[in-house]
Structure formats: structure tokens, C-alpha cells
């Protein structure tokens, strides 16, 4: 009796396999062409520009030209530092601004002074040359403008903010690093550890004067500004003052500890002088 044959050739495919097949490299063609021609993009793992990368930062030119009837050249804010949280509010205070917080600082003025870490007093030391002197809060209808202007900027309560103060730095003049909270308890019984900083620069500086972050984490020389820095700028992240600026940065971080990358200090004054204003921004309403 003769036995069947079998075939050992692999059976056919289905069509409905060979369908499915096509249709993928269809979908693959379409999705290569529409990635060339930029209609879909390819997510970023980072979600966007590295926290320290400064090559990221789009420093604008404004026309200084077309300046508002208020005073006010184009108002824009720059991120200059994510480490520690920095940035520069462009034209914050007009011309009139600044020289009327000079105006009436001036007949008040005083050599100024540090805290110190132990006792939490004030004391008098080389590492701050500056003459300064503070204006109460609320004192009148400018500073209290002012002073509202500063908290819609950092969403801190006027309540939070000390007096504002106004400082001098002559030629040579400078103050070395060091840190805006406090290491002792006595000077954070009323309103808490300083949370935030504004620097508001009164005046240009013709050489020197930069306000200088030493332990500043990023690419810190790729700055745009970096060529006009001095020798004491380029040893950190440095803001070159420039009138009616306002620095902002943070000296806790969001999860309320203290940031040891908020060191900063004031370059020696090297060409010209330096009109600077100060305000500090408490985690608790402080009490004037």
C-alpha cells in the first residue's frame, strides 16, 4: 500500500499576515517623512534646556529709543542661574526711582556692617567697605510702589519684607562672599530665615562692582556679558550692575532647606561708584 506524501515545505502565510506587515512600513514611511519635514518632533528627555546650562539664555536688546512715557525702558525677566536660583528683572525701577531712593538716603548714610554669626549682632568688618543706611517700610508713596512692585515680582507679602536699604560702594569698595540667612537663632525670631533677595542696582558701574555667585553651579563663563566682567567677576556667576536692574534670587530652596550655591559678594568697584538698594523677604511676616 503506498503511503501519502507530506510536504515538509512551511505553510503559506496568511494574507491578512502580509497586510498587517505592509501597513507598518507604510505607517513607518509616513512617520520618517513627517520627522524630516519638522511636523512631529521627538520629545526631549530633559524637558527642556539643563537646569545649568547657560548657553540657554536669550539675553534681548531692547531700543532704549522707544522708551514708555512712565520712565521705563522694555521690561523683561532673565534667567541667569538655576543653581542658585537667580534672575534679572530688566528696567524694574525708572531713572527717577533710583535717584530719588539715592536722594533721600544720602543725608543718612553710615558705615556699614556685618552680622555676627554668633551673637547674631551687628559689627563693624573689613570684608563690607560700603556706607549704607535703611528706609522704613511704607515710609511713602514711592517705596510703598516700590516695595508692591517687589512683591508681585517674587509672590512674597509686602509683610514679609524688611526696610529696604540703600548702599554706596566708592572706589575699591566691596563685600566679600557670604550668605543672606542667618546661622543663629536670634535674628530669626522675627519673621523667620530670609527666603529671597532683591538687588536693585541705582546706578551703572563703570568697571567693577558686579555682584559675584563663587559657588554658582553651571557653565558660568558662557554668559554673554563675560568679556566685560572684571578679574573678581570671572571667579563666579557675576551680574554686571546696570540702573533700575533688579536681581532676584533665592537663598532657600523649594523644599525650604538653605542653599549653599546663594553665596554671593560685591566685586571691588574699580572705575566710577555704586548705588545699590536691598530688600530681604522673610518666611513670616516681619515685624517692622
Known sequence: MVKPRHSRLPPR?????????????????????LLVLGILSVPSSSGG???????????????RRSEREEGWGEQWVEIVSWEPRAFVYHNFLTKEECEYLIDIAKPHMHKSTVVDSETGK????????????????????????????IADFTFIPVEHGEGLQVLHYEVGQKYEPHYDYFQDDFNTKNGGQRIATVLMYLTDVEEGGETVFPAAKGNISSVPWWNELSECGKKGLSIKPKRGDALLFWSMKPDATLDPSSLHGGCPVIKGNKWSSTKWMRVSEYKV
Not at 17 to 22: D, P, R, W
Not at 49 to 63: E, F, G, W
Not at 128 to 145: A, C, E, H, P, Q
Open 122 to 149: 551687628s559689627k563693624d568688618s573689613r570684608v563690607r567697605t560700603s556706607s549704607g543706611t535703611f528706609l522704613s517700610r511704607g515710609r511713602d508713596k514711592i517705596v510703598r510702589n516700590i516695595e508692591k512692585r
Open 49 to 63: 534646556p539643563k537646569a545649568n546650562d547657560l548657553n540657554s539664555i536669550i539675553r534681548n536688546t531692547p531700543d
Open 13 to 33: 502565510k496568511s494574507s491578512s499576515s502580509t497586510l498587517i506587515l505592509t501597513l507598518l512600513v507604510i505607517f513607518t514611511f509616513l512617520i520618517l517623512i
